[in-house]
């Protein structure tokens, strides 16, 4: 089972700290100087509470007087309401963004407009998704407004410009409640960064928080990881988990979030001081708390989850102003904030603490409920065995819009792998994205595989992350014991990060010419002939005075001559060439858009060159040689030839397929290199494959056996 709540941050080591950790005011001071330090404020400014929303109401409370009104997010809980309504100020609620469930610079300067009383705007930053914070703050300079960062979800969180979250606001809160981005299931902060001498600065607490409080906050970890465990012991409808938990919650010995005290004479402990310490020093740069999505029949589709093994008792947010039990005293416009209204009708979170292949089929669930921010069904993931013509056309579309792809991910290459025995299948994620994901029997294990794919928007981390769930829930479901798969991505820094915080592990063998060189076909005929090498432009004009002839052809006896002739070059160079089998099926499915080209002098064959053509380019696939070739220059009569035919056809790139790394000169593909080289095209590194383990102690085996052998082949 999977849980959002019941203390389900909290692992083993974390429940053991929460318990037995024990600090001094010592460990106070130490937070207070770090908090300083790092967010560039005076230690003296920065005090320690009993809760998230009493550092709320001190900020508040620093800025207004009674009957001011304060701007904030009307996607909220009522801690926020609360907080505000103790300073004696009322909420002006601001209608939410549905891209990142926060309002924006408009909201802000149309409200400030109509409601000039209001001298405070809270900026919250829903589940850690960055608001637009350089407009905001621009608008709450014209307006003369005090700017509060409320760090609850977004500790460490980076905005857009590139400033850390806590580094704008006048003043900054964080709270440590559960489930917050530093959680430590109660406990606040607040530092000013602009104060006025004319005010106390704030209440200086000095009191512990009751016996029972400081009970209930070392417990709850225990309390839930007991919850945890019994979830899994069900009678009937009956489920020893909610009895436990509605039992704690009738003895007192936990208690619901909403239901903390604001008492701004209540201190943070100094074990939790301590434990704060420890956990900022770590939170940096942080993703979102949770990803979030909109789906309709949400009790339904909870039902479901459930029923899945995903108890999902804690979504933010069921109600613009949430928990539902207070959502009447916040008095909340529902026709002024309608976006807010619909996010609480349709959100759905998963948690962040969970990486989305442990969620995989949750987020297959949500994807079958699932709408766009107009309440539209979006179109669920589908598998497809077969293609209609319809569906062949739009995946070419997909391929071809897309940049660096090629017929690793076409209708071919599923036949391809389909004739020789694997079991290709096409994957829809949705109208816009898909990939061709074949399954292989090895004798080391069954896995998945996709070349050169899928085929999607990688900055869409959205779209990212539910092709990769179901990508692994597939893998799962036929039994294969990890997947392995090469983007269509360049090899950069941030190209390798992006795919790692799947998360994923770079792959000990290559996944079809990932290191390769396009030749730009757009060039004139000159062009191309002065800008390969030097030596090998002699040897094309060689071989033209030496009258090599180069033909084309597809037929069942070039293959099988060519099949004769890969072989022997095999022997002599220590590859492993296709079978017939597999040449055959190549020739089936891709007609005439296979060509063997064969370089000829004197009538005696030199050369060949298996090239495959697609919309775009034309790839050289597989090639072979006789001994002549040692003497005489038929490759480089038979690449220019190809070069020219290419443009012939309008093809805009010509791809050599297969290079070695760089810097790697005793790599099996170092020589090979040098004679691709010299046509002058530009080098391209595709990511490197990667893999994501679905049997991890099988998966540990195969790679330790994987990377014995290419290190053996000099791979």
């Known amino acids: 089972m999977k849980f959002i709540a019941h203390a389900s941050q909290f692992g083993l080591k974390k429940t053991l700290r929460q318990l037995f950790t024990f600090g001094f005011q010592k460990d106070s001071e130490k937070l207070k100087s770090y908090i300083a330090e790092r967010y560039q404020v005076k230690a003296e400014n920065v005090a320690l509470y009993g809760s998230g929303r009493t ?11 009674p009957g001011d009104k304060v701007a904030i997010t009307a996607l909220t809980c009522f801690a926020v309401v609360e907080a505000v309504r103790s300073a004696g100020c009322e909420p002006v609620y601001l209608d939410v963004n549905l891209e990142n469930l926060h309002f924006d610079a408009k909201a802000l300067e149309k409200a400030c407009a109509k409601n000039p009383e209001i001298k405070v705007v809270i900026v919250q930053n829903n589940l850690a998704y960055p608001c637009d914070i350089a407009s905001i703050e621009s608008v709450a300079r014209k307006y003369n407004l005090a700017l509060i960062e409320d760090l609850a979800h977004c500790i460490g969180m980076d905005y857009s410009d590139g400033r850390e979250a806590g580094t704008v606001g006048d003043a900054v809160i964080m709270s440590f409640g559960k489930g917050k981005s530093l959680d430590l299931i109660s406990g606040g902060l607040l530092f000013l960064r602009k104060t006025d001498k004319r005010k106390k600065s704030f209440t200086v607490p000095t009191n ?21 465990a019994l979830f899994h012991l069900q009678i009937g409808r009956l489920n020893f988990g909610r009895l436990y938990t509605a039992f704690l919650l009738q003895t007192h010995q936990i208690q619901k979030s909403a239901d903390a005290k604001l008492d701004n004479s209540i201190r943070l402990t100094y074990w939790q001081a301590k434990l704060a310490l420890r956990d900022l020093k770590k939170i940096k740069h942080r993703t979102p708390l949770r990803r979030f999505y909109f789906v309709e029949n949400r009790e ?34 529902e026709k002024a904030c309608p976006n807010a209204v619909f996010a609480a009708n349709h959100l759905i979170n998963l948690p962040n603490w969970l990486n989305i292949f442990e969620l995989a089929e949750a987020r297959h669930l949500i994807n079958q409920y699932e709408v766009n921010t107009r309440g539209e069904k979006i179109t669920p993931f589908t598998t497809k065995k077969s293609l209609s013509e319809t569906e062949v056309e739009q995946i070419d579309a997909l391929r071809h819009a897309a940049s660096h792809t090629n017929f690793l991910q076409s209708k071919q290459w599923y036949e391809v792998n389909k004739s020789i025995g694997h079991k290709p299948i096409f994957l829809m994620f949705s109208e816009k994205s898909y990939c061709l994901a074949i399954i292989k029997d090895a004798k080391r294990g069954r896995f998945l595989e996709i070349p050169c794919g899928p085929i999607l928007d990688y900055q869409n981390r ?66 191309l002939l002065k800008n390969m090498r030097r030596q090998t432009r002699y040897e094309v004009r060689r071989s033209e005075k030496l009258n090599f002839k180069v033909k084309k052809s597809n037929t069942p006896e070039i293959l099988r001559e060519f099949h004769q002739i890969q072989a022997e070059t095999a022997k002599r160079q220590g590859f492993i060439p296709p079978r017939r089998k597999d040449l055959n099926a190549y020739a089936k499915a891709f007609g005439s858009d296979l060509q063997i080209y064969r370089a000829t002098l004197d009538g005696k064959p030199v050369a060949y060159g298996l090239v495959l053509t697609d919309a775009l380019e034309g790839d050289y696939f597989e090639a072979a040689s006789t001994e002549l070739n040692y003497k005489f220059p038929g490759a480089y009569a038979l690449q220019w030839h190809v070069m020219k035919d290419l443009k012939k056809q309008g093809k805009l790139r010509y791809n050599l397929w297969g290079i070695a790394p760089a810097g790697q000169k005793n790599h099996k593909f170092a020589g090979v290199t040098t004679f691709k080289s010299g046509f002058g095209g530009e080098k391209f590194d595709y990511l490197h494959a990667h893999d994501l383990p679905v049997k991890k102690l099988h998966y540990g085996l195969i790679r330790l056996v994987e990377d014995a052998r290419r290190k053996k082949r000099h791979l």
């Open 55 to 65: 550092a709320l109401y001190e900020a508040i409370k620093h800025f207004t007087k």
């Open 208 to 228: 512990l928080p009751s016996l029972a409080d400081r009970f209930r906050t070392r417990l709850y970890p225990l309390f839930g990881a007991i919850t945890r």
């Open 300 to 333: 339904e589709l909870l039902k479901k989850l459930t029923a899945a093994g995903f108890i999902m008792d804690d979504i933010w947010y069921s109600s613009p102003v949430s928990p539902e039990r207070y959502y009447n005293q916040a008095n909340f416009n």
């Open 462 to 527: 959205n779209e990212l992350e539910l092709a990769m769930a179901e990508i692994y829930r597939y893998a799962k479901q036929n039994n294969c014991v990890f997947v392995r798969f090469r983007p269509n991505l360049e090899e950069t820094p941030e190209n390798r990060t992006l795919i790692e915080s799947l998360p994923s592990l770079s792959a000990s063998y290559f996944l079809h010419a990932e290191n390769t060189i396009f030749v730009d076909l757009t060039q004139s005929e000159e062009d």
